[in-house]
C-alpha cells in the first residue's frame, strides 16, 4: 500500500482520551519471501512477551483482565450505559497494559460502572476471593493509586504499585544495589535490570531473574522458540549471532551476556530486517533499574534512511560543534548508525503505543566504545500524520495565520528532524567524566536523559549545517520545530494530565523543564510571551535566536550534570521547573481541546502478519493483514499468547 493512499482506515477505535489507529507496513511486498518469513518469527516473538509487561506494570494486572475478559467473552452483551462502560474500561486496560493509565501513571477510574453491576458477573468467572480483589482494586482509590511515584519525598518503592519489589524500601533498594557497585568499574553491568528485588521471610533480599527456570519462564520459553525458529532464516551470519546471543541471555538471565548480545546488535547494520526484544527501558521503575519487557520488529526503509544517515555520517562534526563544555565531549565519535525503519510489529511496553523514535543501547560504556544505533519509525510518523490531517487544532492554538501556515508547511518535516536529531546524535552525544558510572542520577535520569537530546535537535535544527547538508530548505523549518515544542511544554500537553494532578511522565517533564526554564530565563529580553487575546492564552516566541541561545545553555548544564553525576542539580532543575503544573492554564488548555473532540493519546493496532504455507504444511512466506480490529485483536492476543 502507498503511503499516499488517503483511502485507508486509520482510525480503528476511539473512547475515553485514546484513538487507536492502523499503520501500513509500506515496502513489505519488496522483501524477499526469505525475509518475510522472518518477520513472522520475530513478530510471534514479539507478541509473547505480552503478559510479563501486564505483570511488571502490576501484580494483579493479569488477574483483572482475565476476568474481565471472561466476561466480556461469556455474558450476553448487554445495551446498557453499565455495559458500555465495562467495556471502556476493558479497552483502557488492553491500551495500558494494566489498570494504570500508560502516560500519567495514575489508575484510572471506572467512569459509569458499578460494582453492584459487576460483583455478580464476576460470581460467574472468578472465586469469591479473586471477584473481592478484583472489585476492590478497581472501586478503591487508594488501593494501588499510582504505578510510578516520584514524587520528592515518598518513599518511591513501596508507594509505588509496580511489580519491581516486594516487601522492600527505597533505601533498602538503594544500599543494595550501592553495594554491588564497583568504583571505576569501565564496563560495568546494567545492575536489576532484569530482575525482581524481593524480601524474604528471613529479612534477606533476593534478586528473582527473568529468565529461562526462573520468573516468566513459561513466557520466555515461548519468545525463545520463535527466536530459534529465526536463526533459520537469519539473513547473515552476524544476524544469527545477534539472535543466538539473546537466546543465550534469556536462558542464563547474565547481565554479561546481554552486554555481549548489546555489542553485537548494534553492530548488526547490514541485515534489512531488524527487531528490539527484551528489557530495555527503565522508565516504568521509579528508581531506574528494572526495565519493562518490549519488542518491535522492523525493516530499514532506504529511501527514507539517506537523512538519517546523512546525519550520522556528520556526526563528529556536530560533537565537535556542540555549546557544550569540550571536556564532556567525545573526542572520537564511534559508531552512530541511523535509519529510517518501517514497522512491522510491536509488542510488549511498544504496544498499543508506539514510539516514534528508538535509540539503543542504553549503556553508556557500550555507547562509547561501540556506538549506538538509532531508528526513526517512518510509518508510525506517516500514520500520526495522517490522522491529524484536518483536526483543527492549529487553528485553536496557532497565534496566527503567519505561524498556522508556517506548521502546516514545515511543522511535519520539523518534527521528523527533531526526532531524527534526538534519537540519532542527541542520545549519543556527550561522555561521562572519569569514575562517573552513569546511574547516579537515579529517578531523574530519564528526564534529564531526554532533555540532553531533546535540547541537542533543538539547538542544531537552526544551524546552517542542515541547510548546507541539504536537509532543510529554510530557517522557517526550525522556526516551525520551535513554535510547536515551546508551545507544547508550555501548554498543550497538559491535556494529558487530570485536573489537579502534576508532572509525572519522564518525556512530559523533560518538555515542560525546557519550555518552562527558557520562558523564565528570557522573561528580561522578552524570548517567549504568554499573550492574551479574546480570553485565550497562545504562546509567542519573539525572539528565535535568543531561544536558541537559551537552548545551548541548558543543553550545556544538563550535559554537566550527566557527565558529573551531580544528582542535586538535576533534583533542582526537575523539581523547579517540570513537575508543577498552572492550574488556571490547565483548566483554559483541557476546555479549548475538548472543543476540538480530538483524542489527546494514540496507538496502534498490528497487522497480522500471516505464514503462508505449502501443500505439506511448510511456511513459504508471509503477508499483512490490516482487517483486525481492536477489541478482536486484544482477545485474540489474549487467546493466543496469554502464558503467565
Same mark, same amino acid.
Given at each position: 500500500m502507498?503511503?499516499?493512499?488517503?483511502?485507508?482506515?486509520?482510525?480503528?477505535?476511539?473512547?475515553?482520551?485514546?484513538?487507536?489507529?492502523?499503520?501500513?507496513?509500506?515496502?513489505?511486498?519488496?522483501?524477499?519471501?526469505?525475509?518475510?518469513?522472518?518477520?513472522?518469527?520475530?513478530?510471534q516473538a514479539a507478541l509473547c512477551g505480552r503478559d510479563i509487561t501486564y505483570d511488571q506494570n502490576y501484580a494483579d494486572n493479569l488477574l483483572i483482565r482475565r476476568c474481565l475478559e471472561r466476561i466480556y467473552i461469556t455474558?450476553?452483551?448487554?445495551?446498557?450505559?453499565?455495559w458500555r462502560a465495562l467495556e471502556t474500561y476493558l479497552k483502557k486496560l488492553w491500551f495500558a497494559n494494566g489498570v494504570h493509565h500508560h502516560y500519567s501513571t495514575a489508575k484510572f477510574s471506572a467512569d459509569g460502572l458499578s460494582a453492584t453491576f459487576l460483583a455478580p458477573l464476576l460470581q460467574r468467572v472468578a472465586t469469591a476471593d479473586e471477584a473481592q480483589r478484583v472489585l476492590r482494586i478497581i472501586f478503591t482509590p487508594s488501593e494501588a493509586p499510582l504505578r510510578v511515584n516520584q514524587q520528592a519525598g515518598v518513599d518511591m518503592v513501596t508507594?509505588?504499585?509496580?511489580?519491581?519489589?516486594?516487601?522492600?524500601?527505597?533505601?533498602?533498594?538503594?544500599?543494595?544495589?550501592?553495594?554491588?557497585?564497583?568504583?571505576?568499574?569501565?564496563?560495568?553491568?546494567?545492575?536489576?535490570?532484569?530482575?525482581?528485588?524481593?524480601?524474604?521471610?528471613?529479612g534477606q533480599l533476593q534478586e528473582q531473574v527473568w529468565r529461562i527456570g526462573g520468573t516468566y519462564s513459561t513466557a520466555i520459553e515461548r519468545i525463545t522458540h520463535w527466536l530459534s525458529l529465526a536463526t533459520s532464516v537469519a539473513e547473515n551470519e552476524h544476524q544469527r549471532r545477534v539472535i543466538e546471543t539473546l537466546i543465550e541471555y534469556y536462558r542464563t538471565g547474565d547481565l554479561h551476556k546481554f552486554d555481549e548480545y548489546s555489542i553485537l546488535w548494534v553492530n548488526d547494520t547490514e541485515s534489512k530486517v531488524d527487531f528490539i526484544n527484551g528489557f530495555i527501558e527503565t522508565y516504568g521503575d521509579p528508581m531506574g533499574y528494572k526495565a519493562t519487557w518490549e519488542s518491535v520488529v522492523n525493516f530499514r526503509d532506504d529511501e527514507a534512511s539517506r537523512r538519517t544517515q546523512?546525519?550520522?555520517?556528520?556526526?563528529?562534526?556536530?560533537?565537535?560543534?556542540?555549546?557544550?563544555?569540550?571536556?564532556?565531549?567525545?573526542?572520537?565519535?564511534? %559508531?552512530? #548508525?541511523?535509519?529510517? @525503519?518501517?514497522?512491522? &510489529?510491536?509488542? $510488549?511496553?511498544?504496544?498499543?503505543?508506539?514510539?516514534?523514535?528508538?535509540?539503543?543501547?542504553?549503556?553508556?560504556?557500550?555507547?562509547?566504545?561501540?556506538?549506538?544505533?538509532?531508528?526513526?519509525?517512518n510509518n508510525i510518523a506517516h500514520a500520526h500524520e495522517?490522522?491529524?490531517?484536518?483536526?483543527?487544532?492549529?487553528?485553536?492554538? %496557532?497565534? #496566527?495565520?503567519?505561524? @498556522?501556515?508556517?506548521? &502546516?508547511?514545515? $511543522?511535519?518535516l520539523g518534527g521528523r528532524l527533531h526526532t531524527d536529531l534526538h534519537e540519532c546524535l542527541g542520545h549519543g552525544s556527550g561522555q561521562l567524566a572519569p569514575g562517573v558510572q552513569g546511574d547516579e542520577l537515579k529517578n531523574y535520569a530519564s528526564p534529564l536523559e531526554e532533555a540532553r537530546a531533546d535540547l541537542f535537535a533543538l539547538y542544531y535544527i537552526a544551524d546552517p549545517k542542515m541547510q548546507q547538508l541539504g536537509l532543510v530548505p529554510d530557517i522557517e523549518v526550525a522556526y516551525a520545530e520551535y513554535d510547536r515544542y515551546i508551545r507544547n511544554g508550555l501548554m498543550t500537553q497538559l491535556v494529558r494530565i487530570s485536573p489537579g494532578g502534576c508532572i509525572e511522565q519522564a518525556h512530559?517533564?523533560?518538555?515542560?523543564?525546557?519550555?518552562?526554564?527558557?520562558?523564565?530565563?528570557?522573561?528580561?529580553?522578552?524570548?517567549?510571551?504568554?499573550?492574551?487575546?479574546?480570553?485565550?492564552?497562545?504562546?509567542?516566541?519573539?525572539?528565535?535566536?535568543?531561544?536558541?541561545?537559551?537552548?545551548?545553555?541548558?543543553?550545556?548544564?544538563?550535559?554537566?550534570?550527566?557527565?558529573?553525576?551531580?544528582y542535586a542539580a538535576g533534583r533542582d532543575l526537575i523539581e523547579r521547573y517540570a513537575v508543577r503544573v498552572n492550574p488556571e492554564l490547565h483548566r483554559e488548555v483541557l476546555a479549548r481541546y475538548a472543543s476540538l473532540n480530538e483524542a489527546p493519546f494514540t496507538g496502534f493496532i498490528n497487522p497480522r502478519i500471516v505464514p503462508i504455507l505449502s501443500d505439506n504444511g511448510s511456511i513459504i512466506d508471509a503477508r499483512a493483514d490490516y482487517s483486525e480490529g481492536y477489541t478482536e485483536q486484544m482477545l485474540r492476543y489474549s487467546q493466543e499468547f496469554g502464558c503467565l
Amino acid at each position: 500500500m502507498s503511503k499516499t493512499n488517503t483511502q485507508f482506515a486509520w482510525l480503528a477505535d476511539r473512547f475515553a482520551d485514546v484513538q487507536v489507529l492502523r499503520y501500513q507496513i509500506d515496502g513489505y511486498e519488496q522483501l524477499t519471501p526469505k525475509q518475510r518469513i522472518l518477520t513472522y518469527y520475530l513478530s510471534q516473538a514479539a507478541l509473547c512477551g505480552r503478559d510479563i509487561t501486564y505483570d511488571q506494570n502490576y501484580a494483579d494486572n493479569l488477574l483483572i483482565r482475565r476476568c474481565l475478559e471472561r466476561i466480556y467473552i461469556t455474558c450476553k452483551p448487554q445495551e446498557t450505559e453499565q455495559w458500555r462502560a465495562l467495556e471502556t474500561y476493558l479497552k483502557k486496560l488492553w491500551f495500558a497494559n494494566g489498570v494504570h493509565h500508560h502516560y500519567s501513571t495514575a489508575k484510572f477510574s471506572a467512569d459509569g460502572l458499578s460494582a453492584t453491576f459487576l460483583a455478580p458477573l464476576l460470581q460467574r468467572v472468578a472465586t469469591a476471593d479473586e471477584a473481592q480483589r478484583v472489585l476492590r482494586i478497581i472501586f478503591t482509590p487508594s488501593e494501588a493509586p499510582l504505578r510510578v511515584n516520584q514524587q520528592a519525598g515518598v518513599d518511591m518503592v513501596t508507594q509505588s504499585a509496580c511489580n519491581f519489589y516486594q516487601n522492600v524500601s527505597q533505601a533498602e533498594v538503594e544500599a543494595f544495589y550501592a553495594a554491588q557497585q564497583r568504583p571505576n568499574n569501565p564496563q560495568p553491568i546494567s545492575m536489576g535490570l532484569n530482575s525482581r528485588l524481593v524480601k524474604l521471610p528471613n529479612g534477606q533480599l533476593q534478586e528473582q531473574v527473568w529468565r529461562i527456570g526462573g520468573t516468566y519462564s513459561t513466557a520466555i520459553e515461548r519468545i525463545t522458540h520463535w527466536l530459534s525458529l529465526a536463526t533459520s532464516v537469519a539473513e547473515n551470519e552476524h544476524q544469527r549471532r545477534v539472535i543466538e546471543t539473546l537466546i543465550e541471555y534469556y536462558r542464563t538471565g547474565d547481565l554479561h551476556k546481554f552486554d555481549e548480545y548489546s555489542i553485537l546488535w548494534v553492530n548488526d547494520t547490514e541485515s534489512k530486517v531488524d527487531f528490539i526484544n527484551g528489557f530495555i527501558e527503565t522508565y516504568g521503575d521509579p528508581m531506574g533499574y528494572k526495565a519493562t519487557w518490549e519488542s518491535v520488529v522492523n525493516f530499514r526503509d532506504d529511501e527514507a534512511s539517506r537523512r538519517t544517515q546523512l546525519l550520522a555520517q556528520h556526526a563528529q562534526w556536530f560533537e565537535d560543534n556542540s555549546p557544550i563544555d569540550p571536556q564532556f565531549r567525545k573526542p572520537h565519535v564511534t %559508531g552512530i #548508525s541511523a535509519k529510517s @525503519i518501517t514497522l512491522v &510489529q510491536l509488542g $510488549g511496553d511498544c504496544h498499543p503505543t508506539s514510539p516514534l523514535g528508538i535509540n539503543l543501547p542504553n549503556a553508556d560504556w557500550i555507547r562509547q566504545q561501540h556506538g549506538s544505533k538509532s531508528v526513526s519509525l517512518n510509518n508510525i510518523a506517516h500514520a500520526h500524520e495522517q490522522a491529524s490531517l484536518g483536526s483543527g487544532f492549529e487553528e485553536e492554538f %496557532g497565534f #496566527s495565520p503567519e505561524h @498556522i501556515a508556517r506548521s &502546516q508547511r514545515y $511543522g511535519a518535516l520539523g518534527g521528523r528532524l527533531h526526532t531524527d536529531l534526538h534519537e540519532c546524535l542527541g542520545h549519543g552525544s556527550g561522555q561521562l567524566a572519569p569514575g562517573v558510572q552513569g546511574d547516579e542520577l537515579k529517578n531523574y535520569a530519564s528526564p534529564l536523559e531526554e532533555a540532553r537530546a531533546d535540547l541537542f535537535a533543538l539547538y542544531y535544527i537552526a544551524d546552517p549545517k542542515m541547510q548546507q547538508l541539504g536537509l532543510v530548505p529554510d530557517i522557517e523549518v526550525a522556526y516551525a520545530e520551535y513554535d510547536r515544542y515551546i508551545r507544547n511544554g508550555l501548554m498543550t500537553q497538559l491535556v494529558r494530565i487530570s485536573p489537579g494532578g502534576c508532572i509525572e511522565q519522564a518525556h512530559m517533564r523533560n518538555r515542560q523543564l525546557i519550555a518552562t526554564w527558557c520562558y523564565e530565563q528570557g522573561k528580561d529580553n522578552n524570548v517567549i510571551e504568554l499573550r492574551q487575546r479574546n480570553g485565550k492564552t497562545y504562546v509567542v516566541i519573539n525572539n528565535y535566536e535568543h531561544l536558541r541561545s537559551l537552548f545551548a545553555q541548558l543543553l550545556r548544564e544538563i550535559q554537566r550534570i550527566k557527565s558529573t553525576g551531580d544528582y542535586a542539580a538535576g533534583r533542582d532543575l526537575i523539581e523547579r521547573y517540570a513537575v508543577r503544573v498552572n492550574p488556571e492554564l490547565h483548566r483554559e488548555v483541557l476546555a479549548r481541546y475538548a472543543s476540538l473532540n480530538e483524542a489527546p493519546f494514540t496507538g496502534f493496532i498490528n497487522p497480522r502478519i500471516v505464514p503462508i504455507l505449502s501443500d505439506n504444511g511448510s511456511i513459504i512466506d508471509a503477508r499483512a493483514d490490516y482487517s483486525e480490529g481492536y477489541t478482536e485483536q486484544m482477545l485474540r492476543y489474549s487467546q493466543e499468547f496469554g502464558c503467565l
